[in-house]
């Protein structure tokens, strides 16, 4: 097979836009077709040993179809919807009796749950089968190792060391599976990791909406992490979420006292960088995540800031003109290139 071909797949599966087994299956077609050429002679080409009789043309190889690794799309989805409505029964049942249970059978149970995710997702990224459910099992099994961490230290010691665990076999998980649930994952792991520092750490005796803006400033870093976890894993599902640490920020800095003009400034700068990236990458998530961002967080910092529905009517207008131009600029642009 071609290394350019391998190349250009490799590139298109960290950019998100072919998973690993389609990736796979195309590289198998590709070497099916090669040796199909290769052994295929023209009968014309074949030496005659019997002038009189004439030889029987030989049929061309038929080409079998690679195997895909994904034999049945719906056995996939029913054993996801199977394997979620036994965790939903288990975990109800954990809710419903937590309060009597006593410490010990709390830690005994998160700690089980959580090497029971693992462990299974672990046997299946190793034997190769159901990359996707492995990925999904591995970013649940993180979340319940965080939880069972706090449910065995307690108090504001155990909220930090629960969210250094999770945020570890996240990363790990991201490295080893490279799974777009994992970053979904690493993302609330990080979410939850900032609220948690602001409140326990740095703002531990003063008022929430003080430290807002000492989150929004935490989130701003969660998407600049994400953004750069996007150059080497899947990148539309990681600057999607960048995005949508963008828009946490926003709230926190809405929240935040006298924190309008910088909820703008943040709530205008994630969805810029995400239309630009669509631009480049024509990826629909970028459009529908930057979108829905300007959607919610201008028409709330604008009314904040004037105070006048008027005020909120004239910035969307002025907002939508802008967006206009840019969609022209880069559509003149495009054209050009194509020229």
């Given at each position: 097979?071609?290394?350019?071909?391998?190349?250009?797949?490799?590139?298109?599966?960290?950019?998100?836009?072919?998973?690993?087994?389609?990736?796979?299956?195309?590289?198998?077609?590709?070497?099916?077709?090669a040796q199909g050429a290769s052994t295929s002679q023209p009968a014309a080409s074949r030496p005659s040993t019997r002038e009189a009789s004439p030889q029987?043309?030989?049929?061309?190889?038929?080409?079998?179809?690679p195997t895909?690794?994904?034999?049945?799309?719906?056995?996939?989805?029913?054993?996801?919807?199977?394997?979620?409505?036994?965790?939903?029964?288990?975990?109800?049942?954990?809710?419903?009796?937590?309060?009597?249970?006593?410490?010990?059978?709390?830690?005994?149970?998160g700690t089980s749950a959580a090497v029971i995710l693992l462990g299974t997702a672990a046997v299946l990224?190793?034997?190769?089968?159901?990359?996707?459910?492995?990925?999904?099992?591995?970013?649940?099994?993180?979340?319940?190792?965080?939880?069972?961490?706090?449910?065995?230290?307690?108090?504001?010691?155990?909220?930090?060391?629960?969210?250094?665990?999770?945020?570890?076999l996240a990363v790990l998980g991201v490295w080893w599976l490279a799974g777009s649930s994992l970053l979904v994952a690493t993302f609330a792991i990080l979410a939850v990791g900032v609220l948690v520092i602001t409140?326990?750490?740095?703002?531990?005796?003063?008022?929430?909406?003080?430290?807002?803006g000492i989150a929004g400033t935490g989130f701003i870093l969660v998407a600049f992490v994400l953004a750069v976890t996007g150059l080497v894993r899947d990148q539309v599902t990681?600057?999607?979420?960048?995005?949508?640490?963008?828009?946490?920020?926003?709230v926190c800095w809405l929240i935040q006292e006298r924190g309008e003009v910088m909820a703008l400034v943040v709530g205008t700068a994630g969805p810029a960088a995400l239309l630009f990236a669509y631009s480049r990458r024509h990826?629909?998530?970028?459009?529908?995540?930057?979108?829905?961002?300007?959607?919610?967080?201008?028409?709330?910092?604008?009314?904040?800031?004037t105070n006048n529905v008027a005020g909120v009517a004239i910035g969307l207008v002025i907002a939508s003109t802008a967006l206009l131009v840019a969609v022209l600029l880069l559509t003149r642009r495009q054209r050009r290139l194509v020229r």
């Open positions: 097979m071609p290394s350019r071909l391998d190349d250009e797949l490799t590139r298109l599966v960290s950019a998100g836009v072919l998973r690993p087994y389609q990736a796979q299956a195309l590289r198998s077609a590709a070497e099916a077709d029987p043309t030989k049929s061309e190889p038929r080409r079998v179809p895909a690794a994904h034999s049945s799309a719906l056995t996939e989805v029913l054993g996801y919807i199977g394997g979620a409505l036994l965790l939903g029964a288990v975990a109800l049942l954990t809710v419903a009796n937590w309060g009597e249970m006593g410490r010990a059978a709390r830690i005994s149970t990224a190793l034997v190769g089968r159901r990359e996707q459910l492995s990925s999904a099992l591995a970013s649940l099994g993180c979340c319940v190792a965080g939880f069972a961490t706090y449910v065995a230290i307690e108090g504001e010691s155990g909220r930090i060391a629960g969210v250094a665990v999770a945020l570890v409140a326990d750490v740095l703002t531990p005796d003063t008022s929430s909406a003080s430290s807002a990681a600057w999607s979420l960048a995005g949508a640490a963008m828009f946490s920020s926003s990826a629909s998530a970028y459009a529908v995540v930057g979108c829905s961002i300007l959607l919610v967080i201008w028409p709330i910092s604008l009314y904040q800031l």
